[in-house]
């Protein structure tokens, strides 16, 4: 029970839940009711820095879910041009995280990461097409066990500002592994060969725990 009112918090949390926290110390100081408005943010705060343990299938016949969010978009796409692969078809599920998910992001399954390509860009709506291309990104390629390509494409938002990614070239990595987190409010594109589509548009998902796809 306490875990779920007070989940650990991720390493990135820490400055601004200190930050938030003393910014209503000094307004409780100056109004009540500033003091309370500054208090529900930091709340607030802590929360969306949230890091509770996740529970992934561990099977690779699965893909599970790289963020808690809303499956916004499904398409059959070339992969991106920033990795070499646009000339190859792939699924793409787009997942929106707004400002209320949990914004750490999991590796879909086990396998070894081959290359890592940072973009800066726009900050334009995560939750639009146009987003994919336009808005500063970070792409992962990575290669399951069966040698599959999967590419996780962490994009920033509207608000987002920053893009976090822990995982390096090379990395060798489990099912639901953390990977990264985006500051307040983003969107992650999954890429996907060989694998049958188990989601929908407008899907809420659990990161590291709902299925996306199945091995074909």
């Known amino acids: 029970m306490l875990d779920i009112l007070f989940p650990k918090l991720h390493k990135e949390g820490y400055r601004f839940l200190a930050i938030s926290a003393a910014i209503t110390f000094i307004l409780l100081l100056i109004s009540n009711f500033l003091g309370l408005i500054s208090f529900v943010l930091t709340i607030w705060v802590y929360y969306f820095f949230r890091d509770p343990e996740k529970f992934p299938i561990n099977d690779e016949n699965y893909l599970i879910s790289p963020a808690d969010g809303t499956v916004s978009q499904i398409s059959e796409i070339n992969g991106p041009a920033e ?6 078809k792939f699924t793409r599920v787009s997942i929106f995280m707004n400002v209320f998910n949990c914004h750490v992001n999991r590796i879909p399954c086990s396998g070894k990461i081959s290359k890592i390509f940072y973009k800066s860009g726009k900050y334009i709506n995560a939750s639009l097409d146009k987003a994919s291309e336009e808005n500063e990104r970070n792409y ?18 509207l608000i987002a500002r920053r893009i976090v990614c822990d995982a390096k070239e090379n990395d060798e990595n489990k099912q639901g592994d953390r990977f990264g987190i985006i500051r307040f409010g983003s969107r992650v594109d999954l890429y996907f060969e ?6 929908q ?16």
């Open 140 to 157: 992962i390629l990575m290669n399951n066990n069966d040698g599959d390509k999967i590419v996780l494409v962490q994009i920033a938002g």
């Open 83 to 88: 990795l070499g692969l646009e000339n190859k």
């Open 201 to 216: 548009k407008r899907q809420k998902t659990i990161g590291g725990e709902t299925i996306i796809a199945k091995k074909k």
């Open 194 to 199: 060989n694998y049958q589509l188990m989601v």
